[in-house]
């Protein structure tokens, strides 16, 4: 993970860290060793760091070690789709499962779809899976450039 929250020894406060640095200096003047400092949070997403560092500073305020707690992160129906999907070798089956899902979450798909799963999941253009699907009749057509699965 990118980024952890810390607290200074000295002043008791939280900070933000980004660990491809070894080291911080606190507001308070302490030098901060990461390697000799325990990550109470870690993150890769900036956004969350900057909520995790209220929380903490907000816990040691009453006087608590901080626990932030992992929030369950907001996936979308793209993201999901693609870890699904990746596993899976051959690309036809690959699209026929992506094709299925995208019709079960959005009701019919279109290029932008296909190609926002692809791109998570790193294969194959849009226009060649759509075609490869719609040659195996795994998608069909309902208006232009719109397709549901079979
Ligand atoms: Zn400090």
């Known amino acids: ?11 008791n406060k939280a900070k933000g860290i980004d660990t491809i640095k070894k080291t911080t200096t606190c507001p308070c003047g302490r030098e901060i060793v990461f390697a000799r400092t325990k990550f109470y949070f ?4 900036p956004l969350e760091l900057a909520g995790a560092v ?3 500073n907000a816990q040691l305020g009453d006087g608590n070690v901080p626990k932030i707690a992992k929030k369950p992160r ?5 993201s999901s789709i693609s870890e699904r999907v990746r596993p899976i070798r051959d690309p036809v089956e690959r699209m026929r499962v992506i094709a ?3 019709t079960e979450a959005k009701g019919e798909f279109g290029h932008e779809d296909i190609k926002r799963v692809l791109t998570l999941t790193g294969r194959d253009t849009p226009e ?3 075609a490869k699907l719609q ?8 208006s232009e450039g719109r397709f549901r699965s079979v």
């Open 1 to 11: 993970m990118r980024y952890a929250v810390i607290v200074c020894p000295k002043c």
């Open 42 to 45: 870690e993150t890769d997403s």
């Open 54 to 56: 209220a929380e903490a």
């Open 74 to 78: 907001k996936r979308d129906a793209y």
């Open 100 to 102: 299925s899902e995208l």
């Open 128 to 130: 060649d899976i759509i």
């Open 135 to 142: 040659k195996a009749n795994l998608i069909y057509e309902v």
